[in-house]
T-cell receptor, first 112, second 115 residues
Framework: DAGITQSPRHKVTETGTPVTLRCHQT?????MYWYRQDPGHGLRLIHYSYGVKDTDKGEVSDGYSVSRSKTEDFLLTLESATSSQTSVYFC???????????FGPGTRLTVT | AQTVTQSQPEMSVQEAETVTLSCTYD???????LFWYKQPPSRQMILVIR??????QNATENRFSVNFQKAAKSFSLKISDSQLGDTAMYFC????????????FGTGTSLTVIP
């Protein structure tokens, strides 16, 4: 357990509203990742970060932005939520020289 | 680009029996790692087993073992003496340090252990 928390754990929001999900880790891991999980697709990478203020796009980044101002926090923002962004969102961390990724508990987001 | 394929969306096994979950992958990398993650109904992602591509010996963790066929790009998971607690979604994943430690996941296999 890499001490990863996600907030909120559940959220229902309306189409067009902004949403920010937070990932917080206590292990000082350099790498952080945001995934979304959808039936039939497994986990797909949205954005990732290799350090403070060092972020890049993943496979499904359209409609999402991220920020990392501190090692321990990685924020995922949906600027204007759409129903297609209804999903379960996972944060994960990793470290150089360590091949495993450690996952948070997930956030279930519903956009109505 | 890396791809991971799990061709069995659902499987079931009798308690105490053995089951094998299949995974194939495609990559041009030589240095990489393969993983099996378990996701029970709690939704938490739990690492089951890992395999380093440069190691010929198949990884084993208690009741879990893999059959790693590098030339065939195949990485199957065998669960022996299946237990009710093994009921979960299982994801195969690929990672290469040469591609920024990014993980690529398969679509998952839902395993049900029947009492």
């Amino acid at each position: 357990d890499a001490g990863i928390t996600q907030s909120p754990r559940h959220k229902v929001t309306e189409t067009g509203t902004p949403v920010t999900l937070r990932c917080h880790q206590t292990e000082n891991h350099r790498y952080m990742y945001w995934y979304r999980q959808d039936p039939g697709h497994g986990l797909r990478l949205i954005h990732y970060s290799y350090g403070v203020k060092d972020t890049d796009k993943g496979e499904v980044s359209d409609g999402y932005s991220v920020s990392r101002s501190k090692t321990e926090d990685f924020l995922l923002t949906l600027e204007s939520a759409t129903s297609s962004q209804t999903s379960v969102y996972f944060c994960a961390t990793g470290a150089p020289g360590r091949d495993e990724q450690y996952f948070g508990p997930g956030t279930r987001l519903t956009v109505t | 680009a890396q791809t991971v394929t799990q061709s069995q969306p659902e499987m079931s096994v009798q308690e105490a029996e053995t089951v094998t979950l299949s995974c194939t992958y495609d990559t041009s990398e030589n240095n990489y790692y393969l993983f099996w993650y378990k996701q029970p109904p709690s939704r938490q992602m739990i690492l089951v087993i890992r395999q380093e591509a440069y190691k010929q010996q198949n990884a084993t963790e208690n009741r879990f073992s893999v059959n790693f066929q590098k030339a065939a790009k195949s990485f199957s998971l065998k669960i022996s003496d299946s237990q009710l607690g093994d009921t979960a979604m299982y994801f195969c994943a690929f990672m290469s340090p040469n591609t920024g430690n990014q993980f690529y996941f398969g679509t998952g296999t839902s395993l049900t252990v029947i009492p």
